[in-house]
């Protein structure tokens, strides 16, 4: 049984920052890619930053710059680092595990809500203006 437990939401000024964690069980966690999405209110559910198995990071235009992934396969866990956080940023924010082990990189897959099977619970980031 996967499981995915996220942390560290919560509110902040525009301006700020947060740092998102991810603590993953019940797969060989350093096997698979690892993606962040967020939905906000009446919104679909978009891509926000990915992590392929092998370390290689994408991320959307809205928020290149701003926000960086990481993982530490030593704790299980994937990381979002949130700078320079918008209003428009608020949203409820889910890490999620690739369903492909060892996926070949190419730039396209770890964006796509589909390519995932194992989805945290989210949790809420609120930026106040």
């Known amino acids: 049984q996967v499981q995915l437990v996220e942390s560290g939401g919560g509110l902040v000024q525009a301006g700020g920052s947060l740092r998102l964690s991810c603590a993953a069980s019940?797969?060989?966690?350093?096997?698979?890619?690892m993606g962040w999405f967020r939905q906000a209110p009446g919104k679909e559910r978009e891509f926000v930053a990915a992590?392929?198995?092998?370390?290689?990071?994408y991320y959307p235009d809205s928020v290149k710059g701003r926000f960086t992934i990481s993982r530490d396969n030593g704790k299980n866990t994937v990381y979002l680092q949130m700078n320079s956080l918008k209003p428009e940023d608020t949203a409820v924010y889910y890490c999620?595990?690739?369903?492909?082990?060892?996926?070949?990189?190419?730039?396209?897959?770890?964006?796509?809500?589909?390519?995932?099977?194992?989805w945290g619970q989210g949790t809420q980031v609120t930026v106040s203006s």
């Open positions: 999620a595990s690739d369903r492909t082990e060892r996926r070949a990189a190419d730039g396209v897959s770890l964006k796509r809500v589909y390519e995932y099977d194992y």
């Open positions: 019940g797969r060989r966690f350093s096997r698979y890619g």
């Open positions: 992590i392929t198995w092998s370390g290689g990071a």
